[in-house]
């Protein structure tokens, strides 16, 4: 599979609890995105990667969210300290020249 | 603000027919625009773009229109087909390479 991928694809988790998704975009792109997605919304912006450089993490939601891209590969998103309302679908894309992103299946995050 | 959205919420269409979904966006700056199919559960998948210096692109089946004076996207499909119903987002580029801002999404239903 060349596409965007997402580990894992559903994560059940208790309010308090900290959690770390996983994105491998595709092989040569080298800008990664996070969105987080709510229900009935389109994807909102969260922060972007050139490489391992974070360009853009002003969207993050609060400071419980940070993400890294340590190798320039894949990036990895964690939120710490859970709350019910960080319940959402958390999406990834890639993009090679900046204009084209792909979107990976996602991970569904649901705080109980 | 910069914001995307979508004149309509909903459309439903017979199988074969031709499906228009709109979409107005806020930004004069923006020069890119993609439009994204999501199917329950998957992340969005890239249909087509185009940027500002044009006013039409036409894929398979497909065709965006850009009017830049009263800021507004459409997409045309033609020959509506059952595999064809999902959510439709358009989403906007201000700066290439950065975030895209997506609307709320048309829901396309399709009945054969």
């Known amino acids: 599979d060349t596409g965007v991928s997402q580990d894992p694809r559903h994560k059940i988790t208790k309010r308090g609890q900290n959690v770390t998704f996983r994105c491998d975009p595709i092989?040569?792109?080298?800008?990664l995105y996070w969105y987080r997605q709510t229900l009935g919304q389109g994807p909102e912006f969260l922060t972007y990667f050139q490489n391992e450089a974070q360009l853009e993490k002003s969207r993050l939601l609060s400071d419980r969210f940070s993400a890294e891209r340590p190798k320039g590969s894949f990036s990895t998103l964690e939120i710490q300290r859970t709350e019910q309302g960080d319940s959402a679908m958390y999406l990834c894309?890639?993009?090679?020249?900046?204009?084209?992103?792909?979107f990976g299946p996602g991970t569904r995050l649901t705080v109980t | 603000g910069e914001s995307v959205g979508l004149h309509l919420p909903t459309l439903s269409v017979q199988e074969g027919d031709n499906s228009i979904i709109n979409c107005a966006y806020s930004?004069?700056?923006?020069?890119?625009f993609i439009w994204y199919k999501q199917e329950s559960g998957k992340g969005p998948q890239f249909i087509i773009d185009i940027r500002s210096n044009m006013d039409k692109r036409q894929g398979q089946r497909v065709t965006v229109l850009l009017n830049k004076t009263v800021k507004h996207l459409s997409l045309q499909i033609a020959a509506t087909q059952p595999g064809d119903s999902a959510v439709y987002f358009c989403a906007e580029n201000p700066q290439a390479g950065t975030a895209l801002i997506f609307g709320k999404g048309t829901t396309l239903s399709v009945s054969s």
């Open positions: 894309a890639s993009s090679y020249r900046g204009y084209e992103q792909y």
């Open positions: 092989s040569e792109h080298n800008r």
């Open positions: 930004n004069s700056a923006s020069d890119y």
